[in-house]
């Protein structure tokens, strides 16, 4: 190493960054060892990992690649729709307004990309306080499902509430889990196809409750399961845009849920379906 050769020949203090394999950095500080005549006699060095610093940096010039990415599509496409409009190109009136609902649909999917980007940044930075009350999750559930029956119903989904009226209060913010709730069941919508079957279900594990959403849809590659919950991770970049998806939807769940104390997890298998399941804290006492 050319630090130890400079502490030795030189009897100077020198510092190196070095890449010992793959994705596995270190960096040595090396000086000298002198006698008591003052000679240089050997050296001695301190090695740290700083592979974290490196992946850190990796994942920002990711996340920044990644927001200017999503924030240019719909960007793009309210300007190919404007540009026809101003020069008259667009004269007949049922294009016209065509033109205009594009334009609106391009605007609220900017919106929603940059509350998601807001909502992952306030949870990121723990500025996000929760007001953790004795919640009846199977009301949440009913609420959410009600809610997204007519988007299910648009594709032939049947959506299936298997839910109690005896399962116990949770520790959890009612907004919070509705968001988590909402999130799953568009993706579950989204990726199933029509006639499909979509069912919410809970489980009491002790401690905690499971809820599960299971769909009958497309499925996850096993190799692509690590990843999904990792903010902009897309199995199916094409399909994904196609779709009005941003990427972060299963990033925010995650972070919600951690914020709750409790855990997310995934089995899926490629044309047969995902479940998605979230715990949280049962309130002790609780019927």
């Known amino acids: 190493m050319k630090c130890t050769l400079m502490a ?5 203090t020198s510092i190196e960054n070095f890449e010992i394999r793959t994705n596995k950095h270190m960096i040595a500080h090396v000086s000298p060892v002198h006698n008591i005549s003052g000679d240089v006699i050997g050296a001695v060095g301190l090695f740290n990992d700083i592979s974290h610093f490196y992946e850190i940096e990796r994942l920002r010039r990711e996340f920044i690649a ?46 929603g990309l940059i509350d998601d980007l ?4 306030r949870f990121e930075a723990g500025k996000v306080e929760l007001n953790l009350v004795p919640l009846d999750i199977g009301n949440v559930i009913r609420n959410v499902g009600f809610r997204m029956q007519l988007l299910a119903d648009s594709k ?82 094409s399909r994904t845009l196609s779709s009005g998806g941003t990427g972060l939807g299963l990033a925010i769940v995650k972070s ?32």
């Open 256 to 287: 919600i849920v951690d914020a709750h104390g409790g855990t997310v997890s995934v089995e899926s298998k490629v044309g047969e379906g995902s479940t998605f399941s979230f715990t949280l804290r049962k309130v002790q006492g609780s019927i």
């Open 66 to 111: 990644n927001v200017s990415h999503e924030l240019k599509t719909p960007l793009t496409g309210i300007r190919g729709f404007i540009e026809p409009l101003m020069d008259g190109t667009v004269d007949d009136e049922a294009t016209h307004h065509k033109y205009l609902v594009l334009i609106r649909d391009e605007a609220l999917r900017l919106n």
């Open 118 to 121: 807001l909502n992952y940044s």
């Open 156 to 237: 032939g989904i049947s959506l299936e509430l298997r839910v109690s009226d005896e399962i116990p209060f949770v520790h959890g913010a009612e907004d919070k889990i509705e968001e988590v709730l909402c999130n799953l069941l568009s993706n579950a919508i989204r990726y199933t196809l029509e006639a499909g079957v979509i069912i919410v279900s809970v489980k009491d594990e002790g401690e905690v409750l499971r809820v599960s959403v299971s769909d009958s849809g497309l499925g996850i590659d096993e190799e692509a399961l690590p990843y999904i919950w990792e903010r902009f991770y897309k199995v199916d970049k």
């Open 8 to 12: 030795i020949d030189h009897g100077t």
